[in-house]
């Protein structure tokens, strides 16, 4: 609540033309961005560019934020579609990714965490988009089902069910290849 | 009239996803987990979810970048700054921000190993000259002349650039020397021929030094030039139909202009749109 009210009073400063209130603002929902960006670029150098686009995107557009949603569930949407197409823009350009280069640089073992997020990039990079970025946001931005409707414009079923599928790809990805009943999604 | 309770999923993916985030009620859940695939799932939701969440921290001087980036487009788009361009810093596209990354530490090492260069130079050149006490005074006397200290054989850009002195008029640090021209396009000439070995972001840099800041009483002779004029992408000094001048190349909304400082009077002798 304190953090909502400092935001509030910050976007207030920001919107009036207080340059620091932007910088404070933006540093402080910085990790949480850089985390969204992270994983859905799946690699850093991808996730440095788009979650630059993301600030920008939202230091541009913080006069059109309104209230009715929380910043955080604004910026989340703005982030997210800020990152989506750097990413599509990027996805043009053919980039060895990181798990190429590591792979042909340097044969020798990688620790275990190294191993695993590049496990867990090479798992989300299976999974389509529409349910990556509802896992993602459920899984590591915390946000509720409504919020995540409301940052991928999306009704409560739709993003239940791709969150389920998200999440059952990731976990086929990862090595629990279960059987399940791959249907339409809304 | 309320709305009846959902009736619970029937695919075990769902079903275990809506275990997870708490839709269902205690008793559903515990039905649903007697299902060993059901169970099964659960259980690697919430390790994939553990891994999930393990995101590599951003790199050093990510959020710095980001932030200045962010904050240039901020003041771009507030409406009382629109009017003044003067105002306005380049947003640097994302393509090409990493290379922006890798000449800022390209600029440093250059700098580092010039230090390196004019320390063994001053030295060499300081016991050769010990003799003659006469001629290393005059030589001295003619530096201070000069806003900054000319390189030997830099024009001819095999050298790595030499230091000026600190006490120079008006511009608390050095800059390349680039040489000396008669026209707006032999400057220009001059400043590409240079860019290779000095072109720096430093309008970016949040750890550059302000020059402005560190006393330069103009600050078009500071290295990083007048912000308002947009991001400087090149910084050096040159010799201008016979004055000496500290030239900035400014990078605003895409496009760049070339300014040229003169040292003694701070006016602008030249400011030209620069095509590199």
Redesign the interface.
Known sequence: MVQFTDDQRLIGS?VA?D?TA??TL??RH??RI??LC??LAGN??D???????A??A???G??RFDGRATFTTWSYRVATNACLD?LRR?AR?PIPSATDELVLVDPTPLPD?IT??L??DA??AQVPEEFRVA??L???CDIE?ADIGEVLNLPPGTV??R???G??H??RH?G?P?P??D?PTP | MTTPPEPPPTDPDELASAIVDGLLSPETADRARRDPAVAQRVDDILQVRSALRDTPPSPPGALDAALASALNAYDAARPGRTADPRHLRPVPPPARRQAAGFRRAGSWLAAAAAIVIVGLVAVSVLRQNDHDAADQASTAASAEDRPTTEAGGSESGDLAPEAAPEAEAGAARSAVYIGSAETTEELEALVEQNRSRTDTQLGNDSTAPNSAADGATCIGLSDQGDPARGTTVFVGDAEYQGKAVRVHVYELAGTQHLVATDTASCTDVVDVPFTP
């Open positions: 920001a033309g340059r932007v910088d933006l540093r910085y990790d850089w985390g992270r994983r850093d150098a996730a440095q560019d788009a979650t630059q686009e600030l920008i939202i230091a541009r913080l006069h750097e990027r350009r965490q695993e997020r496990d867990i798992a989300l896992v993602i459920r899984d590591l089902y239940r069910s969150i389920a599928r999440r059952a990731l976990a990862l629990n279960q399940s009943t249907r």
